[in-house]
Each structure stands twice: as C-alpha cells, then as structure tokens.
C-alpha cells in the first residue's frame, strides 16, 4: 500500500516517530499472531510451483548452451534447533557449481539434509550429482554423469542405503528445429547398491535418457523426459510427461505426470499428478 502526503514538515515527522514507537509491538505482533508463518508457507508453496514449472525448462534444449564462462555457483546453509517440551535439530545445506570453458560445461550438485529429535537422528540424507557434457557441436555431443544417494537410516533390505553410478557415453540430438527437439543419449558405467543391512553390488550398469520437446503454439508446448538406468539386479526408470500452457502475460500452467519404477520394492511403480498455477496482477 502507498500512501500519498500532501503536507510536508510537522505530518512527515509525526508519522515517521509512530512508526518507530510501534514497531516492536508490531514484530512481536507478527510472531504471535501468525502473519510471519503465513508468508514463510506461501514462499514455501511459491518455491514448490517454481520448481516444478522449472522443469519442463532445458538450458540444452536446442544446442551447447551459453553459460559465462569460468566458475559461477550458489551455496546455502540452514539451521534450526528447539528445545522445550520437545528437543530436535535441522541442518540443510546446498551447493551448485558450474564451470564452463569453450565446449565443455562441468555442473556439480549436492544437497545435505539431517535431523533429530529428541536426541535420535530421523534424517541423514545425501544426494550428489556430477554432469560433463562436452559438445562437437550442435547435434553431437558426449557426457560423464556420477550420482549418489545416501540414506544413513536405512535399516533394511528392502532400503536403499547407498545407491551410486558412474558412467559416460555419446548424445545425439535428433530432431533440432524451433518447434521440436528430440534428443537422447545413453551410456555405460558402473552401478553400486548397498542395502540398510550393509549387503552391497557392484556391477556394470546402463544409462538411457530422452528429451523430447514440442511447441503446438506460442502458448502451449509438450515436454517428455525419461530416464532409465539397468544393472544385472536392478532397474530403475523415470518419466515425467508435461504440459506447459501460458494463458495470458500474468496466468500460466503446468500439468504433469510423473512415473517411477524401481524393481527392488514392493510395489514397483509409483505415480504422481500434478498441477501447478502461477499468477499474478
């Protein structure tokens, strides 16, 4: 809200010295009655639908994609720790770096996640990724990929408490033109399983990926990405179908249905719809 002064001199003076008398009674008012919790769930939620409209976005999508050059990256850290009637602890960390030079692009991610209550650890999760891509040009290019997941919790046989793969192999794109792209890539490499009962395989694993874009007009496209990863005891695949349309200049939308399978439990597939509205005036 903007407020327009018309007198100047004694008015501006008075307004300025009440807003310094009240504001702590307004910061503590905020606290107690829930306005910040509010607004920290609404950037929550504004994050969730950021995210998920984000991923029918791709950097690569028509070529070897312009990033500055040199080292460029973000780095986050999060802490928080109660005590009272109930004790707990949660530490969040992220990192993202990106080196490019010339043709070859290094991206490596990794979160951090850990928790406890009441003096119990209730979260120890690890995820880390490392992408190479280097690119002959437009079409052809080749990638080193390396992945681990960690689940320090894990207890069982049916739990996954370190899931790693390194691998590399060539990319192709397919089709190339503003209204579609279609590129897949697939690789060799070596895959690394250990349960939560400290039972581990290590054996040769198989890397396949497509991405697939289609524009039906100016504010409406298609997106298809699947992934896919085989060894000798286990197979694993990703596919996430989008459907991405742009009503007006403030209303957009995302639709999307994602499938996983993971031969190693119980109920192999899981599937989840989503949909994701952003507006704005």
Same mark, same amino acid.
């Given at each position: 809200?903007?407020?327009k002064?018309?007198?100047?001199?004694?008015?501006?003076l008075?307004?300025?010295?009440a807003?310094?008398?009240?504001?702590?009674?307004?910061?503590?008012?905020?606290?107690?009655?829930?306005?910040?919790?509010?607004?920290?769930?609404i950037?929550?939620i504004?994050?969730n639908?950021?995210?998920?409209?984000?991923?029918?976005?791709?950097?690569?999508?028509?070529?070897?994609?312009e990033f500055?050059?040199?080292?460029?990256?973000?780095?986050?850290?999060g802490?928080s720790g109660?005590?009272?009637?109930?004790?707990?602890?949660?530490?969040s960390?992220?990192?993202?770096?990106? #080196?490019?030079?010339?043709?070859?692009?290094?991206?490596l991610?990794?979160?951090l996640?850990?928790s406890?209550?009441?003096?119990?650890?209730?979260?120890?999760?690890?995820?880390?990724? #490392?992408?190479?891509?280097?690119y002959f040009?437009?079409?052809?290019y080749?990638?080193?990929l390396?992945?681990?997941?960690?689940?320090?919790?894990?207890?069982?046989?049916?739990?996954n408490?370190?899931?790693?793969?390194?691998g590399?192999?060539?990319?192709?794109?397919?089709?190339?033109?503003p209204?579609?792209t279609?590129?897949?890539?697939?690789?060799?490499g070596?895959?690394?399983?250990?349960?939560?009962a400290?039972?581990?395989?290590?054996?040769?694993?198989?890397l396949?990926?497509?991405?697939?874009? #289609?524009?039906? %007009?100016?504010?409406?496209?298609?997106?298809n &990405?699947?992934?896919?990863?085989?060894s000798?005891t286990?197979?694993?695949?990703?596919? &996430?179908?989008?459907? %991405?349309?742009?009503?007006? &200049?403030?209303?957009s939308?995302?639709?999307? #249905?994602?499938?996983?399978?993971?031969?190693n439990?119980?109920?192999?597939?899981?599937?989840?719809?989503?949909?994701?509205?952003?507006?704005?005036?």
């Amino acid at each position: 809200m903007t407020v327009k002064l018309r007198t100047l001199g004694a008015g501006v003076l008075a307004i300025a010295a009440a807003q310094v008398a009240f504001a702590p009674a307004a910061v503590a008012q905020v606290a107690i009655t829930g306005v910040e919790s509010v607004n920290d769930r609404i950037d929550d939620i504004n994050e969730n639908v950021a995210e998920d409209m984000a991923r029918a976005e791709d950097a690569a999508r028509f070529g070897n994609p312009e990033f500055r050059p040199g080292l460029s990256g973000s780095a986050s850290l999060g802490y928080s720790g109660k005590t009272g009637n109930n004790e707990s602890q949660d530490i969040s960390a992220g990192v993202r770096l990106r #080196y490019a030079q010339g043709n070859l692009v290094q991206t490596l991610g990794a979160a951090l996640d850990f928790s406890e209550a009441n003096n119990a650890a209730t979260k120890e999760d690890i995820l880390a990724v #490392y992408d190479a891509n280097y690119y002959f040009d437009q079409n052809f290019y080749g990638f080193v990929l390396a992945r681990l997941e960690s689940d320090g919790l894990a207890s069982t046989v049916d739990e996954n408490r370190r899931d790693a793969f390194l691998g590399f192999g060539p990319g192709y794109r397919i089709v190339n033109t503003p209204d579609m792209t279609w590129r897949v890539q697939a690789g060799v490499g070596v895959s690394y399983l250990q349960d939560g009962a400290r039972n581990s395989t290590t054996e040769t694993g198989y890397l396949a990926a497509s991405r697939f874009f #289609y524009k039906i %007009n100016d504010n409406v496209f298609v997106t298809n &990405d699947t992934d896919i990863l085989k060894s000798k005891t286990a197979l694993r695949a990703n596919n &996430d179908l989008g459907l %991405n349309v742009k009503m007006t &200049d403030t209303l957009s939308t995302r639709v999307s #249905y994602l499938t996983e399978y993971n031969d190693n439990r119980a109920i192999r597939t899981d599937n989840k719809l989503g949909v994701s509205l952003v507006f704005g005036f």
